[in-house]
């Protein structure tokens, strides 16, 4: 972990032999930092970005192996620059859905571009089951996005979809 409180993007490592890498994308940190400490003791890596626009610069920076998952266990808004901004007053709510599948499907393809594996992608169910992403299932399969749900309020689910070797 960097320390840095003003950084978007972080690396935890597991305690031993590493047996697989999650990105997690969510503007929230405690949020992201809850997730690693859940994965990290099992051997996981822990990547965490607040933006989308974040993703690329954990490769940049970081020695990352292949993604196997992508966790979105918050809100991911393109508009967004720091942790919890304000949303610019020339950009309606009315286009949050727009904003987010397209957002989604920018960090799926960051990480798809640098590897020849397909990474699992992940979706809070919070977000989907209450309407805090107000996208459908339809629009994600329009974008390309093949998606499952876990609940964001317990990261140890994720365990049942990572490779176990």
């Known amino acids: 972990m960097s320390g840095n409180a003003l950084c978007a993007i972080d690396e935890h490592l597991p ?8 990105l997690v994308v969510s503007d929230y940190r405690p949020l992201n930092l809850g997730h690693a400490a859940a994965l990290c003791p099992y051997g996981y890596a822990v990547y965490t970005a607040v933006t989308c626009t974040d993703v690329p610069r954990i490769f940049e ?4 192996g292949p993604v196997d998952l ?4 918050s809100l991911v808004h393109g508009w967004h620059h720091q942790e919890a901004e304000r ?16 957002n989604m499907k ?6 798809c571009t640098r590897q020849e594996t397909t990474p699992t992608v992940v979706i809070a169910v919070e977000l989907m089951a209450y309407g805090w992403y107000r996208i459908t299932a339809e629009a994600l399969a329009e974008a390309g996005i093949a998606y499952q749900t876990y609940p964001a309020s317990d990261p140890h689910a994720l365990l049942l979809l990572l490779p176990q070797a």
């Open 15 to 22: 305690p031993g032999i590493c047996r697989g890498c999650v």
């Open 61 to 64: 920076r970081f020695v990352a």
């Open 70 to 73: 992508i966790a979105f266990a």
């Open 87 to 102: 949303r610019p007053a020339g950009i309606p709510v009315s286009t949050d859905p727009d904003w987010q599948t397209r």
């Open 106 to 111: 920018t960090v799926v393809e960051a990480v």
